[in-house]
């Protein structure tokens, strides 16, 4: 079953970034994926989304994401999570929920819904 197969690659996604490694993470997108943290603007393709990761990942020194639910239901899949994230002495545990649209094993768009506030107070 398809939806099965993308929640099993979401989860693996999501497995993935303890690893910090935006190559990895990038090669879960379809070339013209795009990832939009709704706070700020969406990114449009792969290359593009692999700057993006690598950015806002630069100073971290550890995250574990622990997923709460996770569903499926043909190419969509959304999943809650607890994003916890190191950066030297700083920490935040940030409350997410991620909408992935998923083409062909891929992630085509991916969507993460969460309170900017929470991580930028945490990590100022």
Same mark, same amino acid.
């Given at each position: 079953?398809?939806g099965n197969d *993308? !929640?099993?690659? &979401?989860? %693996?996604?999501?497995?993935?970034?303890?690893?910090?490694?935006?190559?990895?993470?990038?090669?879960?997108?379809?070339?013209? +994926?795009?990832? #939009? *943290? @709704?706070? @700020? +603007?969406?990114?449009?393709?792969?290359? *593009? /989304?692999? =700057?993006? &990761?690598?950015?806002?990942?630069? *100073? $971290?020194? =550890?995250?574990? $994401?622990d997923l709460h #639910?996770? !569903?499926?239901?043909g190419d969509v899949? &959304?999943?809650? %999570?607890?994003?916890?994230?190191?950066? +030297?002495?700083?920490? /935040?545990?940030?409350?997410?929920?991620?909408?992935?649209?998923?083409? =062909? +094993?891929? &992630?085509?768009? $991916?969507?993460?819904?969460?309170?900017?506030?929470?991580?930028?107070? =945490? @990590?100022?």
């Amino acid at each position: 079953m398809v939806g099965n197969d *993308n !929640v099993t690659t &979401i989860t %693996r996604f999501i497995e993935a970034w303890s690893r910090l490694d935006p190559d990895e993470l990038a090669s879960f997108f379809t070339e013209d +994926g795009c990832y #939009h *943290n @709704m706070p @700020m +603007g969406p990114v449009s393709g792969r290359d *593009n /989304v692999r =700057a993006m &990761i690598a950015g806002f990942t630069a *100073n $971290w020194t =550890a995250t574990q $994401w622990d997923l709460h #639910h996770v !569903v499926g239901s043909g190419d969509v899949v &959304i999943a809650e %999570r607890l994003d916890r994230t190191q950066a +030297g002495d700083k920490s /935040v545990d940030l409350p997410c929920v991620g909408v992935f649209e998923m083409e =062909a +094993g891929k &992630i085509k768009v $991916w969507r993460d819904y969460f309170d900017l506030s929470t991580y930028t107070k =945490a @990590m100022a």
